[in-house]
């Protein structure tokens, strides 16, 4: 029995020191851990600095040689045609009787006004007409024609052969409103004249706006159809931008060069995939709708009006919901309607998937479809309403609502942050494109909490970005780099947005004079010395033994540190000195004895 007892307490023995292993080596790992973390491995956030860095300095330079590259090659301008009312002088209405009686005529055909000045009948183009104006003063109509010449804002040089001519400005007209013998009006002529003006420069601003559109229109192949009947289908779509006024449910088809949506109406709309730049899927995951979309590289006209983007989408569940109706938390109908709601969203999303696959194989690798990350996602005002902006592999977007917003990081040069304070909850997120003849797009009131993981989606995306407490005239920014961006690169180009940069050259050159002035000889070494002897008077110690310990012990703590029996002496030493202090602090002081003040005899009362 003492055998198995002592047999017991070896193993319980070896059993703690075991223990005791485990422990010591999972200090020692954590210890590691903490070591790599704190001291080998710099933090995040230096590494993004020091990445921000680097990328101020590449970006600078990249501008530098495309605006070069930009200066020695040929860049085409566009030709402005000069506006003629009248080619030749045989489509000149001579014959016309108010141009006999020099009366103001107006060619409706030629889209021009016919101003008789001195006794000739001039013609004027109707885009030189500024604007017309009519008044009644007394008994006459007054016209009053302003028109365009070189210089003014409207107006610009290269309309006009020659800009440095005589040209008039202004011609005001008069007529009486009285009746003549024939017993007709003169001012009625200027009155009708006055109107068919009008509706001549509608017509002309409206014909100069649709050709304005039209410019960057280009047309499409044709759609070649594929006629097996293993054509990849989705059903039941509907179409942004609507075809109609009303929405239509449609059916979109993928053939061998493009997407074909028809509607039950018999509107057709052709994507070819050549004009496809980013193709976007956007899952049903915590949405209400599940869609594709595309951004094209040039527009296309559906109906009246182009677009950059068109997507086809179909609803998930209800969008809207009765608030009135009454239900319970375990209501079977509802427990019905979630299970049969769950089901047609996988059975969608599958679908979907499907669809896909089939068209990246059908179209080679023209078309990949993208799926946003929404994990990485922030809320912010893109337009007038807040919105969950969605970073892609290629693109910023936010394609559920409806006009999209879709950036492309490729042509992202630079994202600025406006409005970072700690007193404010929201910031402004501001991103400045590669073209600088485009307009920056921004995005509004973005919650505070989201701007470090937006700082490192863009780090990790090797965009520069930079951050400032005020918000920025950016029109007049881009119009002075525009002007001369020559200049703006050799003043230190984006760095002027960057205050770190600043700061920390000037902590470098701070640094570099503090230590050329300080030097070893300039000590004091009577002030040192007196205050060694200061402190030496002041200190008292009961034991000159603990006194001489700890000198020699300051001594050669540097070289080799003290064991732990010497650390226990000195312990120990504290220890009966502090008690000894305590004992004299609680010693009995001697009381002195007041004497009890005397007692006051009574007062004894006189009588009266």
Request: net charge negative.
């Amino acid at each position: 029995s003492t055998q198995s007892t002592g047999g017991e307490g070896d193993e319980e023995e070896e059993e703690e020191q075991e223990n005791i292993m485990e422990n010591i080596t999972r200090q020692s790992k954590r210890t590691a851990v903490l070591d790599n973390k704190l001291r080998h491995e710099p933090l995040s956030d230096d590494k993004r600095k020091e990445h921000q860095r680097k990328l101020v300095e590449k970006l600078n330079q990249e501008a530098r040689e495309r605006l070069s590259a930009k200066k020695n090659g040929f860049t085409e301008k566009k030709k402005v045609q000069t506006a003629v009312a009248f080619r030749n002088l045989q489509s000149f209405p001579s014959n016309d009787p108010d141009i006999r009686d020099l009366k103001i005529m107006v060619d409706k055909k030629h889209e021009s006004v016919i101003i008789p000045i001195f006794g000739v009948p001039t013609p004027f183009h109707i885009s030189t007409i500024k604007n017309v104006s009519k008044s009644e003063e007394g008994d006459y109509v007054y016209l009053r024609t302003n028109l365009n010449v070189p210089g003014t804002q409207v107006a610009k040089d290269e309309h006009y052969a020659n800009p440095e001519g005589t040209f008039m400005k202004e011609i005001t007209f008069r007529s009486n409103m009285r009746k003549t013998l024939a017993g007709e009006v003169p001012a009625m002529h200027l009155n009708n004249a006055f109107r068919i003006i009008k509706e001549v420069q509608k017509k002309f601003k409206q014909y100069e706006n649709e050709k304005k559109e039209m410019e960057d229109v280009i047309e499409q192949e044709t759609l070649k159809i594929t006629q097996t009947k293993g054509v990849p289908r989705l059903k039941d779509l509907y179409c942004r931008p609507n075809l109609s006024t009303r929405r239509v449910i449609g059916t979109l088809e993928a053939h061998s060069n493009g997407f074909r949506f028809h509607n039950t109406h018999g509107g057709n709309v052709d994507v070819i995939y050549s004009t496809i730049r980013h193709a976007f899927f956007q899952p049903c995951d915590k949405e209400m709708l599940i869609m594709l979309h595309f951004y094209l590289k040039h527009p296309i006209m559906i109906g009246k009006k182009k677009t950059y983007h068109i997507c086809f989408y179909t609803e998930v569940g209800e969008i809207m919901t009765d608030l009135g109706k009454s239900s319970h938390m375990y209501d079977r109908d509802d427990i019905e309607a979630e299970h049969a709601e769950r089901e047609m969203r996988q059975k969608l999303k599958g679908a979907f998937k499907n669809f896909i696959e089939k068209v990246e194989a059908l179209s080679k690798g023209k078309v990949e479809f993208d799926t946003p990350f929404r994990e990485l996602g922030f809320y912010g005002v893109p337009f007038r309403s807040s919105c969950m902006l969605q970073p892609t592999t290629h693109c910023l977007i936010n394609v559920i609502e409806w006009p999209p917003f879709v950036i492309a990081l490729d042509e992202v040069e630079l994202v600025h942050f406006e409005r970072v304070q700690f007193q404010l909850k929201n910031f402004d997120m501001v991103f400045i494109f590669k073209d600088y003849s485009r307009k920056i797009e921004m995005i509004n009131s973005i919650p505070m909490s989201s701007l470090d993981a937006i700082k490192e989606w863009l780090n990790s995306c090797d965009l520069k970005y930079t951050e400032g407490a005020i918000s920025l005239n950016w029109p007049k920014i881009m119009k002075t780099i525009n002007d001369n961006p020559d200049a703006f690169f050799e003043d230190g180009g984006w760095k002027f947005l960057d205050p770190e940069s600043d700061e920390e050259g000037e902590e470098e050159d701070s640094d570099a004079e503090g230590d050329e002035s300080w030097g070893p000889g300039e000590v004091n070494s009577e002030d040192d010395a007196s205050d060694e002897s200061d402190s030496d008077e002041d200190y008292d110690s009961d034991d000159p033994s603990a006194s001489d310990d700890s000198y020699s012990g300051t001594g050669s703590s540097e070289e080799s540190g003290k064991d732990w029996s010497d650390l226990e002496e000195e312990a120990r030493r504290d220890d009966q000195r502090r008690l000894r202090e305590e004992r004299e602090d609680e010693s009995p002081k001697k009381k002195r004895k007041i004497a009890p003040p005397p007692k006051s005899k009574p007062k004894k009362k006189k009588r009266r």
